[in-house]
């Protein structure tokens, strides 16, 4: 029996409607995790290192997805929400055209200064070599890249989960497959890990179009639209914390792997690299439940249904915290066994990278709660403050603490920098929820 964004959520029911949006955010992380696996056990540890070091670049880019994929989601849900349904469709096709023609225009600017952005931060060599050839051809698919992010939100909205799931499973399925054919068969080294990328990520953005075009039953479809100028102002102002969430995080990856860089060598990056992993997998279930979340807090406040706002929102801080406990949990029982995955072979770059694990995996105790609050407003169509969270969260407080602790408590304050960043994220975030609390109703008076 389908879930509608009408019905009444117990904890079950959230978790069933919520479940396909974590695993689809949650497999995207995994396939970045296997081109990584391949690339470090049968291109070399260089090569790995060049990988986590462009990656961040590229995904910032592609963060202009989230723009349009969760601030559109949750403007459609909305539109959807007042029994708008035609108008919900036009804006919605309107989003996707406008995501590729951004899509293209980022991919030709990205592709023309990249060299010497990545020559400006040290970067030469055999390493810059890796770079250009990784990066060079997943800028050229960056336009697939964005349209798949964008149809993670969508599928929820037009209230079939499920498929988006089994279009990411597929997506991955042959990632997999074609890592293994072109870096272990066909010998293409670091070229093979991008291509299979990129032709995963096209599979993740083709199905859903076909999907939106040709669905009988589905309350948003691709097809005719117009430009709604006030619309698309507000998909933006929505969906701009998304952006600098996802920009913010880049930024601090890339800040990390300079500071690594200058203490630590290739190896800090290597190390970094596999935290940032476990990062993107772990992570990515606080964002799939957002994801999956928001377009039931926008229905429900577009319907001004504040007691099912208020059942949502106190179900969802509950079940955040137990996956915290959880996270938490299984990071420290399995850092060593999964460092080892990724740099078994050499002994004390393993031990350096569990000693760092432990110590940057505290953070996911607490990370999902202002995840979820920078979420939850951009669901109630409030993208300032959702920005504000996204913004201060990871460009003020963590690339400030990389920036600090390092000078007094060297290699370990890049470790604790995200740890103390998200105590101070999660203290904002409580401020917020509370400040905000009469305007939007989701706390009982």
């Not at 081109?35 to 056990?41: A, I, K, M, Q, T």
């Not at 007042?82 to 055209?97: M, Q, T, V, W």
Request: hydrophobic share 55%; proline share 2%.
């Amino acid at each position: 029996m389908e879930i509608k964004l009408s019905d009444h959520f117990t904890y079950k029911r959230l978790l069933r409607f919520t479940l396909p949006s974590i695993l689809m955010i949650v497999f995207i992380s995994i396939y970045v995790v296997i081109d990584g696996l391949f690339v470090s056990n049968f291109v070399g540890t260089q090569a790995f290192a060049a990988v986590n070091f462009v990656l961040p670049f590229i995904m910032g880019l592609a963060s202009v997805g989230y723009v349009f994929g969760v601030g559109g989601s949750a403007l459609v849900a909305k539109t959807l929400g007042e029994r708008k349904r035609y108008k919900a469709n036009r804006i919605f096709s309107l989003i996707i055209y406008t995501s590729v023609v951004v899509g293209v225009a980022l991919s030709a600017v990205a592709i023309l200064y990249f060299e010497p952005i990545i020559g400006w931060f040290g970067v030469d060599g055999t390493m810059l070599e890796y770079c250009l050839t990784y990066s060079y051809i997943l800028l050229a698919a960056l336009p697939a890249l964005i349209l798949q992010i964008v149809f993670q939100s969508f599928m929820v909205v037009a209230e079939r989960p499920k498929l988006g799931l089994y279009i990411t499973l597929l997506a991955g399925f042959s990632n997999i497959v074609l890592d293994a054919l072109f870096i272990i068969v066909f010998g293409w080294g670091l070229k093979g890990a991008a291509w299979a990328t990129v032709f995963s990520q096209i599979v993740g953005s083709v199905l859903p179009i076909s999907f939106f075009i040709f669905a009988k039953y589905s309350p948003i479809k691709l097809g005719r639209t117009a430009f709604y100028r006030s619309a698309m102002i507000k998909v933006v102002t929505n969906g701009f914390s998304e952006l600098m969430s996802n920009i913010s995080l880049s930024i601090v990856a890339v800040l990390y792997n300079y500071q690594l860089l200058k203490i630590a060598g290739e190896s800090g990056v290597v190390a970094f690299g596999i935290m940032s992993y476990a990062n993107f997998v772990f992570l990515s279930i606080f964002i799939g439940y957002a994801t999956g979340n928001n377009p039931i807090v926008s229905y429900n406040q577009g319907s001004g249904n504040h007691k099912e706002l208020q059942n949502i929102f106190r179900k969802n801080l509950i079940m955040i915290g137990w996956c915290g406990l959880f996270l938490v949990a299984v990071s420290e029982l399995l850092a060593y066994p999964v460092v080892q995955i990724f740099v078994g072979y050499d002994r004390e770059l393993t031990e350096f990278t569990v000693h760092g694990f432990r110590i940057y995996a505290l953070a996911f105790l607490i990370s999902g709660f202002s995840i979820y609050a920078s979420a939850f407003f951009t669901a109630l169509n409030n993208g300032l403050i959702s920005a504000i969270i996204a913004f201060v969260r990871t460009m003020i407080f963590e690339c400030g603490c990389v920036l600090v602790l390092p000078l007094m408590f060297g290699v370990d304050g890049i470790w604790s920098s995200f740890v103390v960043a998200e105590i101070m994220a999660l203290l904002l975030s409580i401020w917020y929820f509370y400040k905000y609390r009469h305007i939007y109703h989701y706390i009982k008076s």
